[in-house]
């Protein structure tokens, strides 16, 4: 089996009175961590939790994105430098502490 690179997933857990601003983290946080990983960063998505596994649950996750990149170390040259920064950033967004996975990818898009 071939793999297809790496995922990094950063999930902000769904906690009763926290903050997300959904549009920030969209239209400013995410540009900002491409514009500094560059070409290491293939591309990302960012996904908004809408609902749990059972009817009237509430999601797991309140948002996520997920970062692909071809390999662990190119994640790892690509945003340690930037790291301080990206993060930095993150109370711009939220009050939530993110959960970090990366995971590698062994079946991607077609």
């Known amino acids: 089996m071939t793999t297809t690179g790496i995922k990094v997933s950063v999930m902000y857990p769904n906690k009763a009175g926290a903050r997300f601003d959904h549009e920030y983290y969209k239209n400013s946080h995410m540009p900002l961590v491409k514009s500094k990983m560059g070409d290491a960063l293939?591309?990302?998505t960012?996904?908004?939790g809408l609902a749990?596994?059972?009817p009237?649950?509430?999601p797991t996750y309140?948002?996520?994105c997920h970062l692909f990149c071809d390999s662990?170390?190119?994640f790892q040259a690509a945003f340690g430098p930037h790291a301080q920064t990206i993060l930095a950033d993150i109370p711009n967004y939220t009050d939530l502490q993110p959960v970090l996975q990366i995971s590698e990818v062994v079946?991607?898009?077609?």
């Open 42 to 44: 293939k591309y990302y």
């Open 46 to 48: 960012v996904d908004r």
């Open 52 to 54: 749990g596994g059972t």
């Open 56 to 58: 009237g649950e509430a």
């Open 62 to 64: 309140v948002a996520m």
């Open 72 to 74: 662990v170390a190119s």
């Open 107 to 110: 079946v991607g898009k077609p």
